[in-house]
């Protein structure tokens, strides 16, 4: 049997999905393969007020609705709030190693909630997805591996979880940018994993539906901003690019935000947009790639399905420690947060023709084996094409390989999905 690099060796292009928002359990608590860690009714559950331990509890549950109407927190302060049960404190530094409580999910909703003047709705974040309501990533379970373990890269927001997927760090931000350092953009000490990829020859690609969250990285920018650029795509040039073979090495896709109208006619699976627009996004994306029809490339081609975080949905395994990224960030980072923890589980999955049906990684959360974040991405690309590393995060951080366990490309991947259910739960 040839070793995951041989089989590595053989993948020419990796492309990655970032959805928007949802912890691992919000889409896979109730997923009926035994192997998932999971969701039980009976065992997992959150006091409505923390500091009133035998009050009033809401139990998890397959209920989840396909959008809803407020945002729940995510920002740094309100994670800390979710994983401790308490909100830090204006000065509280660094995290605590302990103990996670991971008691505080309900009330953090609950205050998102109250000022969205919808009290009483924050107990929405306990309900995970029965999985006939997901029938896309549901097949997708079936078809590829599935990530037990997969972590945002920090307890924090969108804007930092996305900058380690590109930088393996955040520059030391913790918390959504405001207009002035949105504006100003972000750089990182050591650049991005684009500027590695280009002086290895290989090329990349950011297809995007809408303005792109990573043109606020200061060298992406320019790039965006080029009328004549071929590395920034709109996401309608997607399938004809496949059909003309012009599939990058690395292709990262970010979908449609719609923060104009709070996110209500996205597809990135925002609480707020339903997450049948998402699943319609993902079955696009599959299909173009294995659909033999559209893309010469499926053979060769490894697709990563992710969210950037949890969204302030429930998850019920506490996040580790991390390797802090030691790049000495600069940007706000007002509790001193040393980047030495993960932030909660989200989905992951690996489709590709080096990867069987039914895998599942990981089967102890304490194994570090089989931990990743977003910077295994990042580890994966260093180990297919020969890049160093950015920060010591993605130095340590496990590459996918592990999931590359056929000795032959297969050839049974359908090249149709399911129809999303539309809206996904009435």
């Not at 599935?146 to 804007?159: D, E, H, I, R, S």
């Not at 297809?207 to 790039?223: C, E, K, M, N, V």
């Not at 690019?241 to 990135?268: C, H, K, M, W």
């Not at 304490?366 to 910077?375: C, L, V, W």
Request: aromatic share 10%; with cysteine; glycine share 8%.
């Amino acid at each position: 049997m040839s070793s995951p690099q041989d089989a590595l060796n053989h993948i020419n292009h990796i492309v990655v999905l970032m959805l928007e928002n949802r912890s691992f359990d919000n889409v896979f608590g109730f997923h009926p393969d035994g192997r998932f860690d999971g969701l039980s009714a009976s065992a997992h559950g959150n006091p409505v007020d923390p500091t009133q331990p035998s009050g009033a509890t809401v139990a998890a549950s397959a209920t989840a609705p396909g959008a809803i109407s407020f945002d729940p927190g995510h920002e740094f302060d309100d994670v800390h709030q979710q994983l401790y049960g308490v909100l830090p404190g204006p000065s509280s530094g660094p995290l605590p190693p302990s103990p996670l409580t991971l008691d505080g999910f309900v009330a953090s909703a609950e205050r998102a909630a109250a000022a969205a003047k919808l009290p009483g709705q924050g107990a929405v974040v306990m309900a995970a997805y029965d999985p006939t309501h997901l029938p896309v990533l549901s097949a997708l379970a079936g078809l590829g591996a599935v990530f037990n373990y997969w972590y945002a890269p920090l307890p924090g927001p969108t804007w930092p979880n996305r900058f380690f997927v590109h930088a393996a760090t955040s520059g030391g931000l913790t918390q959504s940018p405001d207009d002035l350092q949105m504006t100003g953009g972000f750089a990182f000490a050591a650049g991005t994993i684009y500027e590695r990829l280009t002086a290895a020859n290989q090329r990349w690609r950011i297809y995007h539906d809408g303005l792109p969250q990573a043109a606020g990285i200061t060298s992406l920018r320019w790039s965006y901003l080029d009328p004549f650029t071929t590395t920034f795509r709109d996401m309608e040039h997607f399938e004809n690019d496949l059909r003309a073979q012009d599939l990058a090495s690395y292709t990262f896709i970010e979908p449609r935000y719609d923060t104009g109208t709070n996110f209500v006619g996205g597809n990135s699976m925002h609480p707020c947009n339903d997450v049948a627009a998402g699943e319609a996004l993902i079955k696009r994306v599959y299909e173009a790639l294995f659909d033999p029809q559209v893309s010469p490339s499926g053979a060769d081609t490894m697709l990563i399905i992710t969210c950037d975080e949890h969204g302030g949905f429930y998850d019920h395994v506490p996040p580790p420690a991390a390797v802090a990224p030691g790049d000495g960030g600069t940007h706000a980072n007002p509790h001193g947060f040393a980047f030495d923890r993960y932030g909660v589980r989200v989905p992951a999955l690996v489709i590709s023709a080096y990867t069987a049906s039914g895998t599942v990684i990981g089967t102890d959360p304490a194994d570090p084996s089989t931990r990743f974040d977003h910077t295994s991405i990042l580890a994966t690309l260093a180990a297919r094409f020969a890049l160093s590393p950015l920060t010591k995060r993605d130095a340590a951080a496990v590459d996918l390989s592990c999931c590359l366990t056929l000795d032959a490309p297969r050839s049974d991947l359908p090249p149709r999905l399911p129809d999303p259910i539309t809206p996904a739960v009435a």
